[in-house]
């Protein structure tokens, strides 16, 4: 990595970035274990989970790799290789193996494939898996591409957005804006909804974006950085943007958890004090997010108040959860996916996945929910 790339982002877990700069330090001694991941514990399960099917992508993993479900299609990517997968039997429909090591991807909308390579290419692909063309961003990027309305757009790591023509690679747009020290390595994500690019920003911030010629249509605060120092004043927004009925909604380390009525000119509905470290999710009724010392919190979408907390998982180091029609997953360090009821939060049961660390956002689909496991696996995890 650069220097002027490591000064932005934290080569760090999430682990690493609750006590950055503490434990070197030796402000906490060895036998403090406020931090250390809860034993997991034993109690009657109430669904049974199994693996309905596994396909290997690649090698490795990573933040900056999400799945992109688009019909009965998942196109996921790893260091190494991107692919196409059959949702329904896991049969893998494409791979591509790019002459370059990825940091992020994948994204697609079926058509347009597209993945980022550490130094900044993009690579877009056809709906076969043969490369259409590449292209160049203006830094490394580490966050999935988004895909839609004839673009491919990035967030490199100089907090610029561009965009590039779906089908020819060519430059169509490019927006920035002022970015702090340091920022976080974790899971983003942006989302192409209505003709719009939302994106979360490291300065606590989403911003909307005509996805055809890059106009600003609309940005506000999620939250406001505070602190004394750049460590203390780390305020990104994390995960992907959450678009239900009217509302967007947007959740940021050491900040809030804020959701926007869309009807009323994006004004802030309700906001309350969170801090996440992976996103959020949510259903029709409540958001769900894991705070940045992995207790996991449902929150009503209609006020935000607290609707129930479960702490049983705390420090595992949690994904960002995905809503299945019956639980609320979230994978953690060890591989373990689990499964807590929507409606208060208990654990209804829990499956291990191998191949180490979760780090990819956790997917939900009528068949289960969706695991892109640390060593590059793509699991589908069925629930009874």
């Known amino acids: 990595m650069q220097p002027a790339v490591s000064r932005r982002f934290l080569r760090a877990s999430f682990m690493a970035l609750s006590l950055l700069s503490l434990s070197a330090c030796s402000m906490f001694s060895s036998s403090d274990t406020r931090y250390d991941p ?25 933040y900056g790799f999400a799945l992109a479900v688009v019909g009965e299609a998942v196109f996921a990517a790893t260091p190494n290789a991107v692919a196409k997968v059959d949702l329904a039997s896991g049969r893998v429909l494409w791979r591509a193996t790019p002459d370059l090591t990825l940091s992020a991807g994948a994204g697609s909308d079926g058509n347009t494939t597209a993945v980022a390579a550490s130094d900044g290419t993009v690579i877009a692909f056809d709906s076969a898996g043969a490369e259409k063309w590449r292209a160049r961003a203006t830094s490394a990027v580490m966050i999935p591409p988004a895909v839609g309305h004839d ?15 779906a089908e ?19 899971s983003m994500q942006m989302l192409i909804t209505e003709g719009l690019v939302i994106s979360g920003l490291p300065n606590g911030r ?5 996805a055809m010629n890059g106009a600003v249509q609309w940005e506000a605060p999620v939250s406001i950085s505070r602190g004394a120092t750049d460590l203390e004043r780390i305020n990104d927004v994390v995960g992907a943007p959450q678009v239900v009925g009217p509302l967007l909604c947007g959740v940021t380390y050491q900040g809030r958890m804020t959701c926007f009525d869309i009807t009323q000119g994006g004004r802030p509905a309700w906001d309350i004090p969170f801090s996440s470290h992976t996103g959020m ?3 029709d009724r409540h958001a769900y997010a894991a705070t940045q010392r992995d207790v ?56 291990n996945v ?18 892109q496991t640390g060593n590059g696996n793509l699991v589908l995890v069925g629930v009874n």
């Open 38 to 62: 809860v034993e997991l514990t034993q109690y009657e399960a109430e669904v049974a989970a199994a693996v309905r099917w596994s396909a290997p992508i690649g090698s490795g993993g990573g």
């Open 151 to 165: 673009v491919v757009v990035v967030r490199s790591t100089d907090y610029r957005i561009q965009a590039f023509d």
């Open 168 to 186: 020819t690679g060519e430059p169509r747009w490019e927006v920035q804006r002022p970015g702090p020290a340091l920022a976080l390595k974790t």
């Open 206 to 210: 989403l911003i909307a974006i005509n």
């Open 281 to 283: 999710t949510h259903d």
């Open 296 to 351: 996991v919190q449902a929150v009503s979408l209609m006020n935000g108040e607290q609707v129930w907390s479960q702490n049983a998982l705390r420090n595992r180091r949690l994904a960002t959860p995905a809503v299945v029609p019956a639980a609320v997953a979230v994978g953690d360090f060890e591989g373990y996916v689990h499964f807590l009821a929507r409606s208060d939060g208990r654990l209804l049961g829990r499956l």
């Open 354 to 371: 191998g191949g180490g660390a979760v780090l990819s956002p956790l997917v939900g689909t009528a068949a289960g929910v969706l695991v």
